[in-house]
């Protein structure tokens, strides 16, 4: 089994395959890619000639002879065009089709993009597989004191905060957190935004020059910090327009910071009964929701409970048993 990655992501070195590596904004790398598709020339050598290869982020190599299984993370370069870059959108638009086609299985990570994917792309339903992902066993509530005060150091974090976890970018509906906040008005409650800038953030970068101290951009936070993050935050808030899956509210689930997300695409299969659920663009909505969560202990220690809960109901194990079903040709 080998698997194509992206060569941005954090080391994988300790997994037991033969790894692909690449930068998945390494135009050459995808017209190598497309090139080879369209020309129908084999990539396996380049692969290591494997019997299953995993394409894990959107880029499939053309391994005719090889068993693929193509990852659908999401479909927003087709759903929220505006949202992406143009070249991105383009190459993605051209080029997931053929690698759907291509693919022996498809990996939807929610029922949502599942049924997105099927309408879509008319694709055969038992082609089209769905395999949860989970937050990882270093997502737990930090209670240790010197733990906590040292991420607060390190950030120089207020003594309250709602915090967001994810890229700076469109499809994160970041412009609407930023107008909701402001109209809530919590003067002893602050509004931090965890994540490195992404594209298309103008409108981004003025709202947070004209949103004042009260409102802290912390950049790029790194793996090790965030589960104290999410545990020091007095709630947690990610109103996107559109996931394939949803992987921080998961995350701050875990940690156990109560969470108010949108009610689109796979938030409500993610979130379950666990978070409080909002029209991504209703600002009204989302301010009168940050006023009651930082104004209602008992509402915050429900959704805590809740959210303790429904993190445990996704499991890596259990993902990694359905791989292993997938390749064996038996379904997950």
Same mark, same amino acid.
Not at 60 to 87: K, M, N
Not at 126 to 147: K, L, N
Not at 171 to 185: E, G, H, I, P, S
């Given at each position: /089994?080998?698997?194509?990655?992206?060569? %941005?992501?954090?080391?994988?070195?300790?997994?037991?395959?033969?790894?692909?590596?690449?930068?998945?904004?390494? $135009?050459a790398?995808?017209?190598?890619?497309?090139?080879?598709?369209?020309?129908?020339?084999?990539?396996?050598?380049?692969?290591?000639?494997?019997?299953?290869?995993?394409?894990?982020?959107?880029?499939?190599?053309?391994?005719?002879?090889t068993?693929?299984?193509?990852?659908?993370?999401?479909?927003?370069?087709?759903?929220?065009?505006?949202?992406?870059? *143009?070249?991105?959108?383009? =190459?993605?638009?051209?080029?997931?089709?053929?690698?759907?086609?291509?693919?022996?299985?498809?990996v939807?990570?929610?029922?949502?993009?599942?049924?997105d994917?099927l309408?879509? =792309?008319?694709?055969?339903?038992? %082609?089209?597989?769905?395999? =949860?992902?989970?937050?990882?066993?270093?997502?737990?509530?930090?209670?240790?004191?010197?733990?906590?005060?040292?991420?607060?150091?390190?950030?120089?974090?207020?003594?309250?905060?709602?915090?967001?976890?994810?890229?700076?970018?469109?499809r $994160?509906?970041? /412009?609407?957190? *930023? $107008?909701?906040?402001?109209?809530?008005?919590?003067?002893?409650?602050?509004?931090?935004?965890?994540?490195?800038? @992404?594209?298309?953030?103008?409108?981004?970068?003025?709202?947070?020059?004209?949103? @004042?101290?009260? /409102?802290?951009?912390?950049?790029?936070?790194?793996?090790?910090?965030?589960?104290?993050? =999410?545990?020091l935050?007095?709630?947690?808030?990610?109103?996107?327009?559109?996931?394939?899956?949803?992987?921080?509210?998961?995350?701050?689930?875990?940690?156990?910071?109560? /969470?108010?997300?949108?009610?689109?695409?796979?938030?409500?299969?993610?979130?379950?009964?666990?978070? &409080?659920?909002?029209?991504?663009?209703?600002?009204?909505a989302?301010?009168e929701?940050?006023?009651?969560?930082?104004?209602?202990?008992a509402? &915050?220690?429900?959704?805590?409970? %809740?959210?303790?809960?429904?993190?445990?109901?996704?499991?890596?194990?259990?993902?990694?048993?359905?791989?292993?079903?997938?390749?064996? @040709?038996?379904?997950?």
């Amino acid at each position: /089994v080998a698997l194509g990655v992206d060569a %941005r992501r954090r080391p994988l070195a300790d997994l037991p395959l033969p790894l692909l590596a690449y930068a998945r904004s390494n $135009k050459a790398w995808r017209a190598q890619v497309a090139l080879a598709h369209l020309l129908r020339l084999s990539q396996r050598r380049l692969a290591g000639a494997p019997d299953v290869f995993i394409a894990s982020d959107f880029v499939l190599p053309y391994l005719p002879g090889t068993r693929t299984v193509f990852i659908l993370h999401d479909l927003t370069f087709a759903l929220l065009p505006q949202t992406h870059s *143009l070249l991105n959108r383009v =190459y993605l638009q051209w080029m997931t089709p053929r690698f759907l086609r291509a693919a022996a299985h498809i990996v939807a990570v929610s029922e949502s993009t599942r049924a997105d994917a099927l309408r879509l =792309y008319g694709l055969a339903p038992e %082609r089209v597989h769905v395999v =949860y992902g989970a937050a990882g066993p270093e997502f737990a509530p930090v209670t240790e004191a010197s733990a906590l005060a040292a991420v607060r150091r390190r950030y120089d974090l207020p003594p309250r905060f709602i915090l967001f976890v994810g890229t700076l970018e469109p499809r $994160k509906n970041l /412009v609407t957190l *930023l $107008k909701a906040f402001t109209a809530a008005q919590l003067p002893e409650v602050a509004l931090v935004l965890a994540g490195r800038a @992404g594209w298309r953030t103008a409108a981004l970068r003025r709202q947070l020059a004209e949103a @004042g101290p009260q /409102v802290r951009a912390l950049g790029f936070v790194p793996d090790e910090d965030l589960p104290a993050l =999410y545990s020091l935050a007095e709630a947690f808030a990610f109103p996107s327009l559109y996931e394939g899956f949803g992987l921080p509210v998961l995350e701050a689930m875990a940690c156990g910071a109560p /969470v108010l997300c949108s009610e689109v695409a796979s938030l409500p299969e993610v979130a379950g009964d666990a978070a &409080r659920l909002l029209p991504p663009t209703d600002a009204r909505a989302w301010a009168e929701a940050l006023q009651r969560i930082t104004t209602d202990p008992a509402l &915050r220690a429900e959704l805590r409970a %809740r959210g303790l809960a429904q993190a445990q109901r996704f499991s890596w194990a259990r993902a990694a048993r359905q791989f292993r079903q997938l390749y064996r @040709g038996q379904g997950p």
